[in-house]
């Protein structure tokens, strides 16, 4: 028999497909179709396939890109603070320190942020580099900038909330201006133990929702997940096997798609 594996595939997992229900002609058409009642009940499930369907969009958009950073759109929620605010700690007559010491205070209320997150912010307002360098250096020595706790506790929480792997929160903190060291020092913390078993429970929550789909769709649906939140293809394949195997999928029916290693 010929063994059939998946074609590499970087993406892993296209958008789901879209089942487009037929939304009526004109008015003699919807007329010929039935009564008002059974249109409106087929417009109501094309509604609940639509929703379903960008649902489904959006939840591997944020698969993909990791889902909303919980800092938060930090430019919109410095815009929402006011103008009044703006003039009375960025005011272009007051000195430059004083305008960068109270432009980090602002940000560093209720949200740790990296010192290059500090320096971008510092860089947008036209604080000169100088003045910038001098601030942030004060600012980490008194402990208010601490890029090697702000990489521990962004892995605890996006691995625990978002079920992120190694990669993906490797790669979250390098957009955040952190050391390469500092990462590899913070995404330690997840030993592979830990990668395989929330990779399982990733999947045991995806299951259901892939249960009406042919084999080899539903084994590209959880892996493509896996993918996407940084896990390896191995592991990845390894433990969408097992999980299918253990619903009940016939072993030698899965060795087509997911050979054992």
């Keep these: 028999m010929t063994r059939r594996t998946l074609p590499h595939d970087p993406a892993w997992e296209a958008a789901p497909d879209t ?18 009642r059974s249109t409106h009940r087929a417009r109501r499930r094309g509604g609940k ?4 369907t960008r649902d489904g969009q959006q939840d591997e958009r944020e698969d993909e890109h990791g889902g909303n950073d919980e800092d938060g759109n930090e430019d919109e929620d410095d815009n929402k603070r006011g103008n009044t605010e703006r003039e009375d700690t960025e005011g272009a007559d007051r000195d430059p320190a004083e305008r960068a010491r109270a432009i980090c205070l602002r940000l560093l209320t209720g949200t740790p942020r990296t010192r290059q997150q500090l320096a971008d912010a510092l860089s947008k307002r036209e604080i000169p580099d100088e003045i910038a360098e001098e601030v942030l250096s004060r600012y980490e020595e008194v402990g208010l900038i601490d890029d090697a706790a702000f990489a521990d506790a962004w892995v605890e929480s996006r691995h625990h909330s ?26 330690e913390q997840l030993d592979a133990g830990q990668e395989a078993e929330t990779a399982r429970r990733l999947v ?51 060795e087509h798609y997911l050979p054992e290693d």
């Design 49 to 52: 396939q639509r929703r379903r």
């Design 162 to 187: 978002r079920g992120l792997a190694r990669k993906a929160l490797a790669r979250e903190l390098r957009t955040k201006g952190v050391d390469s060291a500092v990462i590899n020092d913070a995404v």
């Design 204 to 254: 045991e929550r995806k299951l259901s929702a892939t249960a009406g789909l042919d084999r080899e769709k539903r084994i590209r649906r959880l892996a493509g997940m896996l993918a996407r939140k940084g896990y390896a293809e191995g592991l990845a394949l390894r433990v969408v096997r097992q999980a299918l195997e253990e619903e009940g999928e016939d072993p030698e029916l899965l």
């Design 19 to 36: 089942e487009h229900e037929d939304s009526g002609g004109p008015a003699s058409s919807r007329a010929e179709a039935g009564p008002p």
